[in-house]
């Protein structure tokens, strides 16, 4: 049971790149999130889904769009990188009372 | 709109004390208060939930405590150790259906040998 997993660990991109980051979770939740953490700021919510098929915004959902086609995988794409999108980005899903989070992705946008 | 605040933002003791962590939020509909640990460079590790209904949580040396009312949670460490070091974060899930986290901006505890 690998419970929530990100792909990748790093990335390194330049400005206007763009990038999708997964997110796999193995314990038939339905519901998935993506927030990112940056300093003096915590974490905030940029998208999330209720269940395969569905997204919504969060409080930071600028420049980010995310997929859920399969009911395990929750995708995140920044289409035009900006050095603003610099941060550490956790995927997390939740059962009926908790939230178990991966072990996030370092991007850095140069 | 839910705010969650942490106070204090960093504090180190020696080792073995008994310290506190608050965290307070703005509004008392809530469905649970999650308490994490970060360690530098990592993920949330989940320490305790506290169900709205109710008052408190223990887990080995920790001890959560939730007074709705007056909008507060403390998490308790008993008798400190060096590996307790991190940083600890309070998030509170809301009474809507969506489940989404709003989290203060953390304690950064450091304990001394």
């Known amino acids: 049971n690998a419970g929530v997993t990100q792909t990748p660990k790093f990335r390194v991109l330049k400005t206007g790149q763009s990038m999708t980051l997964l997110c796999a979770q193995d314990m038939n939740h339905e519901y998935m999130y993506w927030y990112r953490q940056d300093p003096g700021m915590g974490l905030r919510l940029i998208h999330y889904s209720v269940g395969e098929g569905t997204t919504a915004k969060g409080e930071v959902p600028d420049g980010y769009n995310v997929s859920r086609l399969k009911k395990q995988n929750f995708l995140l794409g920044l289409e035009s990188a900006a050095p603003s999108q610099t941060s550490v980005y956790f995927c997390?899903?939740?059962?009926?009372?908790?939230?178990?989070f991966g072990p996030g992705t370092r991007l850095t946008v140069l | 709109k839910q705010e969650v605040t942490q106070i204090p933002a960093a504090l180190s003791v020696p080792e073995g004390e008994n310290l506190v962590l608050n965290c307070s939020f703005t509004?008392?509909?809530?469905?649970?208060l999650q308490w994490f640990r970060q360690d530098p460079g990592k993920g949330l590790t989940s320490l305790l939930l506290?169900?709205?209904?109710?008052r408190e949580q223990t887990s080995g040396r920790l001890n959560a405590s939730l007074d709705k009312s007056s909008g507060r949670s403390t998490l308790y460490i008993a008798a400190s150790q060096p590996g307790d070091s991190a940083t600890y974060l309070c998030a509170i899930m809301g009474s809507s259906n969506t489940g989404k986290l709003i989290f203060g901006q953390g304690t950064t505890l450091q304990v001394k040998p």
């Open positions: 997390a899903s939740r059962d009926y009372n908790e939230q178990f």
């Open positions: 506290i169900q709205s209904s109710q």
């Open positions: 509004d008392s509909a809530i469905y649970n």
